[in-house]
DNA sequence: TCTGGGGTCCTAGGACCC
DNA sequence: TCTGGGGTCCTAGGACCC
């Protein structure tokens, strides 16, 4: 059995945890840049407030109702994410982080009651952090997120156990809700009157291999009971690695650009090097406003191949840069630029260029000594040169809550 | 004025090999 | 009337997730 784990509303809840203000009014946190809404608290829920909606278009009623506003703190919501993970790890030896706010957990040789174990689950993490959660239980992930979607519904736990629990689950279960199922497959199974998860398991294997590939075969098989999808609880390394933002204002001058692309590109680097590998292909893009009515939208992008795989902050920055002069047009207001690395290996199997090869030892010696001032320091204490001083291209946070876990400063006082 | 930022997997089709 | 039969690798695009 498996236990999907999923926090409510998490970053607002994060924000709520030190803040108890916020309990029972209306709250939204914010994409990067202030943009569009991303966190709902179920009051905000109710005023009709959309994920991803952007979140001027919806200000009047935003000051109507008082809606507390925050913009993304990721480094208070890393924090509280870390310790939903530790704690969870009380519960089970297996332990599959899924994404920041939510885990899978292998019930294995636990014998007690699972929906009682689910509450005990539900009420420590409540207890130790603050964080209200919801259980699924099951024998599938695929079910296990059915459960989850159910007990979030009810008082929070919900286990599929018996064969007649599971039916009733999957006739109560939109298809546009089944995970795995997006925008594109809900309109063509609706299309093919599968209106519910039961509906979908009805189709022949045959029609959802042609029209949904093996992913939804496997999808029909987790839904009838058949684990076909394993808890992966070691971390792969990742394929690919990118830093992209949008600026927090329209830029026309490359020197400014300059220093968002090789802030991104040692961000990238720093996001190998924790991950012990290398990059051979290092892709940079920058773009227009699309939603500009002045100004036709241009999107640019190339991507450098390096001599040899590296994770140095200078290699990385300076295939950036090189790569932005060349897509770089001048007299144009750019809003966003990124840096993204590709053809991922291992730190450790370099294949060494014959005829162009870096002093990776020397390499690795700043890097660790930069990373170890940065980490006792604070970010940014020892940048490149280039990634500069100007704040321009820097996001807007107008409504950031302080960083109470992780900066001392931040700290909570109490009198 | 103001619209996020990450990721993964699968398949079809083209280029190429013998 | 007749037109071989296998393979592999790569890429673009489409689908999905949070």
């Not at 070691?234 to 690695?241: A, C, E, H, L, R």
């Not at 390499?363 to 040169?385: C, I, P």
Request: charged share 25%; aromatic share 8%.
């Amino acid at each position: 059995m498996y236990a999907l784990v999923d926090c409510n509303n998490f970053y607002v809840s994060c924000e709520r945890i030190f803040n108890p203000r916020l309990e029972s009014v209306p709250v939204v946190v914010l994409s990067n840049n202030d943009g569009c809404i991303i966190s709902r608290s179920n009051e905000a829920k109710a005023l009709g407030l959309k994920m991803g909606e952007p979140v001027f278009k919806r200000k009047e009623l935003i000051e109507q109702h008082k809606v507390k506003v925050f913009s993304s703190n990721y480094a208070l919501y890393g924090d509280i994410s870390h310790r939903v993970m530790n704690t969870l790890r009380d519960f089970s030896p297996f332990v599959e982080i899924y994404s920041i706010d939510e885990a899978f957990l292998d019930l294995q040789g636990i014998n007690a009651d699972l929906t009682a174990y689910g509450e005990n689950i539900k009420k420590t993490i409540q207890k130790n952090i603050g964080m209200p959660i919801g259980v699924g239980i099951a024998p599938t992930k695929s079910l296990a997120k059915i459960a989850n979607r159910i007990a979030k519904k009810r008082n929070g736990v919900f286990a599929i156990e018996s064969d007649n629990q599971r039916l009733w689950a999957l006739a109560n279960t939109p298809v546009e809700d089944i995970w795995g199922v997006g925008r594109r497959y809900a309109v063509l199974l609706k299309k093919h009157g599968v209106s519910t998860a039961l509906d979908f398991t009805n189709l022949s294997t045959d029609w959802i291999r042609r029209h949904m590939t093996v992913q939804g075969h496997r999808l029909k098989e987790e839904l009838q009971g058949k684990s076909c999808i394993d808890l992966e609880t070691v971390m792969q390394p990742k394929k690919n690695i990118a830093t992209t933002r949008a600026f927090g204002k329209k830029l026309s001058d490359i020197e400014q650009i300059k220093e968002s692309v090789s802030s991104h590109a040692t961000s990238c680097a720093a996001k190998l090097r924790r991950q012990k590998s290398v990059a051979r292909f290092v892709t940079v893009f920058i773009h227009t406003d699309p939603f500009s009515e002045t100004q036709k939208y241009v999107s640019r992008s190339i991507t450098v191949t390096l001599p040899e795989a590296s994770n140095s902050d200078f290699v990385l920055a300076k295939a950036a840069i090189a790569g932005l002069h060349k897509i770089f047009i001048p007299n144009l207001l750019y809003k966003k630029a990124g840096v993204i690395v590709s053809e991922i290996g291992p730190e450790s199997a370099i294949q060494r260029n014959l005829f162009e090869s870096y002093d990776t030892e020397r390499l690795n010696s700043v890097s660790q000594v930069t990373d170890y001032l940065n980490a006792r320091y604070g970010k940014s204490t020892v940048k490149l040169a280039v990634q500069g001083g100007s704040r321009d291209w820097k996001l807007k946070q107008e409504k950031l809550s302080p960083n109470y876990t992780t900066r001392w400063e931040d700290l909570m006082e109490v009198f």
